[in-house]
């Protein structure tokens, strides 16, 4: 699975995406938590460069854009924690969940039909704007 803040790289880099949807995805390095980035990336040294890129391209981030964003978090993730998600000005959700890969796989399987409503509202927006 992609991790999230690699995604919205992509999406800095390609605005014309319509929608992204992060589910379970660190999207920044974080103020005392656990685990601290550098523990979590001490496997994969791209993948602390993906959430520090991030970090930095996230101010140049349009409000437009920020509303074409959502992202999932549980209650508990032991992976990652929760204050590292939330996306200012994204449709930020809580799933009524704990753990990271049980929740990871509820936000594809029982929330599908959240996301897949989320991204097809904003194609659906996308089109009528164009038109």
């Given amino acids: ?10 999406f800095l880099e390609v605005p014309k995406i319509n929608a992204v949807v992060n589910i ?3 999207l920044r390095a974080g103020k005392n938590v656990f685990p601290t ?7 994969s040294p791209a993948f602390k460069d993906s959430v ?8 140049l ?5 920020r509303k074409r964003v959502m992202t999932f978090t549980p209650l508990w993730d032991e992976v990652v924690p929760k204050e ?5 000005g994204a449709v930020n959700k809580t799933m009524p969940s704990g753990e990271h890969m049980v929740s990871g796989f509820l936000g594809m399987t029982l929330f599908a039909p959240m ?11 996308v089109r009528n704007t164009s038109a």
């Fill in 1 to 10: 699975m992609p991790e999230g803040a690699l995604v919205l790289n992509a």
């Fill in 52 to 59: 520090e890129l991030f970090e930095k391209g996230e101010p």
């Fill in 37 to 43: 980035l550098e523990q979590a990336a001490s496997q």
């Fill in 61 to 65: 981030m349009k409000a437009e854009q």
């Fill in 84 to 88: 590292t998600v939330f996306l200012k």
């Fill in 115 to 125: 996301v897949i409503g989320f991204v097809l509202g904003n194609i659906r927006s």
């Fill in 24 to 26: 379970c995805g660190r």
